[in-house]
């Protein structure tokens, strides 16, 4: 596979972190609200993988659903300070690639023209050519439907800046050498007694990083 190498580059989640609900969930909830009832709580428990829940809940929705769902996403609100956030990245000559768990379809109805600005959108893909969805991931592995650790490895940097909420975001943050945590993924991380910093909002971010890149 090819890779791609950078002094540095930035790892994002989107759902719960660039947005400031977890809009996949969201989608779950309204969408498929019996199974998001159901599965939720195993997944959140690690009692089921990403993996076997994700699909199970994406593939008995119907294809014909797949513009309202896009449609629920419109104008659903960024965290703020995200759009200084990449400011600063690109002053920094620094990357993100957004690293989501969820449609690759929802990222980008969110981001809109912000997502020009991304160095690339990694999430799940799906097929619209059955009367159910049908999902996929090139980077499909382990307990997860996109593997965010076999993501990074599609990466040379000499420091890999993870950045998540919650438990699609948990092997990441267990690899990566800079983790910025909260809500759930700072639990799961606390749990496992792996350093990570916490953040509230991407002025946060910013701040943290520049003092870590600049101070002299």
Not at 31 to 59: C, K, M, S
Not at 133 to 141: G, M, N, T
């Amino acid at each position: 596979m090819k890779s791609d190498s950078f002094e540095r580059i930035v790892l994002c989640d989107f759902d719960g972190t660039i947005t400031t609900e977890d809009t996949f969930v969201k989608m779950m909830q309204e969408f498929t609200p019996n199974l998001a009832r159901e599965l939720l709580p195993e997944i959140y428990a690690l009692r089921l993988t990403l993996r076997d829940g994700v699909r199970q809940t994406l593939e008995s929705i119907p294809s014909a659903q797949y513009p309202e769902i896009l449609a629920f996403m419109e104008g659903e609100p960024m965290r703020l300070g995200f759009v200084e956030f990449l400011d600063f990245l690109e002053t920094q000559g620094v990357p993100i690639a957004i690293v989501s768990g969820g449609l690759r379809g929802m990222v980008e109805t969110v981001l809109g023209p912000l997502k020009h600005r991304v160095l690339a959108i990694h999430a799940i893909e799906v097929d619209l050519g059955a009367k159910y969805l049908r999902v996929h991931s090139e980077f499909e592995a382990g307990t997860e439907l996109v593997n965010k650790v076999e993501v990074m490895r599609r990466y040379s940097a000499e420091e890999t800046v993870a950045i998540g909420d919650s438990v699609t975001d948990l092997n990441l943050g267990m690899e990566a050498g800079v983790v910025f945590a909260r809500d759930r993924l700072a639990t799961y991380l606390t749990d496992r007694q792996k350093p990570y910093l916490q953040w509230h909002d991407f002025f946060d971010l910013r701040d943290s990083l520049d003092r870590r890149w600049n101070s002299v």
